[in-house]
């Protein structure tokens, strides 16, 4: 997607040769005219498919996964990394190693909120070694409903996610594929 690969170029900060610093429109500041954008190129690469959920995981896949959900006129579920008072109990619960911040999280879902048979778009951020996105798929799963598509917004194709999860049978949509990160330069596939 060109208007991302821009935003990137224009915006995005290589701190090192595996991290890409893009929080002034993804993930801390928000671009909503591109997320609006996202969303809607994402709806286009699983045309003819029809989903009943969108799914993300809080809280920087929520400003694209939102869009993409407005655009297929479908609810947006998103996986707690943090238990509250009021999600204590009737949870779908996996842990996930987060690349980013080094640490493992538990991430949580609302039983209520999936049923058997449905039908789970899953959009996210970033796809480095794909844990966060098999988690999410592990909760589908185990609701008995079906992952008909994973969307990410930025994958860096140099780390094994992608190909781990087209390896597991997933349809993998990725808007901004990244083959390299060296030299503080961003190079795309």
Do not use: C, W
């Not at 597991?168 to 990244?178: D, K, N, P």
């Amino acid at each position: 997607m060109k208007a991302l690969q821009d935003k990137i170029r224009q915006d995005g900060i290589v701190l090192n040769e595996k991290v890409l610093k893009v929080d002034s429109f993804l993930n801390h500041m928000v671009d909503p005219q591109l997320m609006l954008e996202v969303g809607q190129e994402f709806v286009k690469r699983f045309e003819g498919l029809t989903f009943d959920k969108v799914l993300t995981l809080e809280s920087s896949g929520i400003a694209p996964a939102i869009m993409t959900a407005l655009t297929l006129q479908v609810p947006l579920i998103f996986a707690r990394k943090h238990k509250s008072l009021t999600l204590q109990d009737d949870l779908y619960v996996e842990t996930v190693y987060s690349f980013t911040k080094q640490v493992h999280n538990e991430i949580t879902i609302a039983r209520k909120f999936l049923a058997p048979g449905e039908r789970v778009l899953i959009i996210d951020d970033f796809l480095a070694y794909g844990e966060a996105t098999f988690g999410m798929a592990r909760i589908i799963e185990s609701a008995g409903a079906t992952v008909s598509g994973i969307g990410i917004v930025i994958e860096k194709s140099f780390q094994e996610g992608a190909l781990k999860l087209k390896d597991a049978g997933y349809r993998v949509e990725s808007l901004a594929r990244i083959g390299s990160l060296a030299g503080e330069k961003v190079t795309f596939l």
